[in-house]
């Protein structure tokens, strides 16, 4: 496959957070925040490209999303379910039990639909065992398992008008396409991308406004993006491997924000990538999406 056109920026470092596994990035407008995760490290990060400032917060388990939630605060989801979070007090209260039957699983992204539902996946932490499910958390707080069969869940992400849903399987190296023709039903799955053996594997996914798809490229390096087709438009590369999922930023969201990670990397690499585990920015060629709170089932 074609790699398509290096975009006409380099990725700057923006965060020093050296984090184990950084992930899943996500921008607050009405503060002009970015929270992320560090889910091997078991702590939430809040930064502010303003000033600089960081703060962090532990998590009672491994976390594998926030989002924000309509009624204030985030919903975290922790090894074990889902959680509120209050960063005013840093107090996590259960919410809904997630696979207490898999122990060897968690959870890991998540996102929120347009109608504030909130969707997300699970995974073997192992790597190994295909008990991986993705499921949304209906109106009254259960969970409904939309697809199954995956080692890792990953990215999951909404196109701006709604009506198609992409997924990741991670380990087999696709991002799977799904219409959507009404809120709570999934149809004609497909793979939409299929990275090729040696560029990585597919993490996380971020859409901007054209629809196309941002995917950040463990062990790749770097950040491709596709058309809403599946077709190669750019590569943004990066000074570290393991790169994880961008979030759109700033006053105009044209500002991507990448997290990284240290984890699978050997002693002699950690050396070689001594930035492996930060936050990094490019300008984007359009603007992110607004991230919709969610409110259903959440509360």
């Known amino acids: 496959m074609p790699r398509g056109e290096a975009l006409s920026v380099r990725a ?9 596994l950084g992930e899943g990035p996500l921008w607050v407008a009405e503060d002009a925040t970015l929270w992320l995760l560090d889910i091997k490290g078991c702590r939430l990060h809040r930064l502010r490209p303003g000033s600089g400032e960081q703060r962090s917060w532990p998590t009672p388990a491994p976390p594998g999303f926030l ?83 995956y080692i890792v869940t990953n990215g999951p992400a909404f196109s701006p008008d709604g009506r198609t849903f992409y997924h ?21 799955k497909r793979e939409l991308i299929r990275i090729e053996e040696g560029a990585g594997y597919p993490d996380g996914t971020a859409v901007d406004a054209e629809g196309c798809l941002w995917i950040a490229l463990w062990s790749g390096w770097g950040v491709r993006r596709y058309s809403p087709a599946g077709r190669l438009l750019a590569t943004v590369a990066l000074p570290c491997s393991q790169v994880t999922k961008v979030a759109f930023g700033g006053a105009d969201l044209r500002t991507a924000y990448v997290t990284t990670a240290r984890q699978g990397l050997a002693p002699s690499e950690r050396t070689a990538q001594p930035l492996a585990g930060d936050v990094f920015c490019f300008s984007a060629p359009a603007p992110g999406l607004i991230q919709p709170s969610a409110r259903v089932g959440c509360e």
């Open 12 to 20: 700057q470092l923006a965060f020093a957070v050296g984090a184990e």
């Open 67 to 149: 989002a924000p939630r309509a009624a204030g605060g985030f919903v975290v989801g922790l090894k074990g379910g889902l959680h509120r979070f209050d960063p005013l007090s840093g107090a996590f209260t259960a919410l809904v039990p997630v696979e207490p039957h898999l122990p060897d699983n968690r959870i890991n992204d998540g996102c929120v639909s347009p109608e504030g539902a909130l969707w997300f996946g699970s995974m073997h932490d192992p790597e190994r065992q295909p008990s991986g499910a993705l499921y949304r958390l209906d109106a009254r707080g259960r969970c409904v398992t939309l697809d199954t069969g």
């Open 168 to 188: 990741t399987d991670s380990v087999a190296r696709t991002v799977y396409a799904f219409d959507r023709p009404e809120p709570h039903v999934l149809r004609n």
